[in-house]
């Protein structure tokens, strides 16, 4: 069984920063992408950012590229969404999914996940 857990959520004003963890555990933590999708009040769940399995490839939606980055370090098993130039449209809880697809294979879509985090709030407010 895979296990995501997201931290570092919080308030920030906009145009700040504020950088989010996804540990992962159990299944997750061997050959999986993984992927940041964020979820707006009212609005469809939607995928934010995605790595391939070693960090090497990654995809970004079309409205954070240039301000958001997504790394991750296998030897502490922990994916990083580094957000920056942070917009009141950003808020919403970010989530953190991984599927057992290879990267290339991947379209990044909800169904395409088969593990989930429980998720964590961003606030961007002054």
């Known amino acids: 069984q895979g296990q995501l857990v997201e931290s570092g959520g919080g308030l920030v004003q906009p145009g700040g920063s504020l950088r989010l963890s996804c540990k992962v555990s159990?299944?997750?933590?061997?050959?999986?992408?993984v992927g940041w999708f964020r979820q707006a009040p009212g609005k469809e769940r939607e995928v934010v950012a995605g790595c391939s399995s070693r960090g090497l490839s990654t995809h970004y939606t079309d409205s954070v590229k240039g301000r958001f980055t997504v790394s991750r370090d296998n030897a502490e098993n922990t994916v990083y969404l580094e957000m920056d130039s942070l917009e009141p449209e950003d808020t919403a809880v970010y989530y953190c999914?991984?599927?057992?697809?290879?990267?290339?294979?991947?379209?990044?879509?909800?169904?395409?996940?088969?593990?989930w985090g429980k998720g964590t709030l961003v606030t961007v407010s002054s």
């Open positions: 999914a991984a599927t057992v697809k290879r990267f290339s294979d991947t379209d990044w879509s909800r169904d395409d996940m088969n593990y």
């Open positions: 159990g299944r997750t933590r061997g050959d999986v992408s």
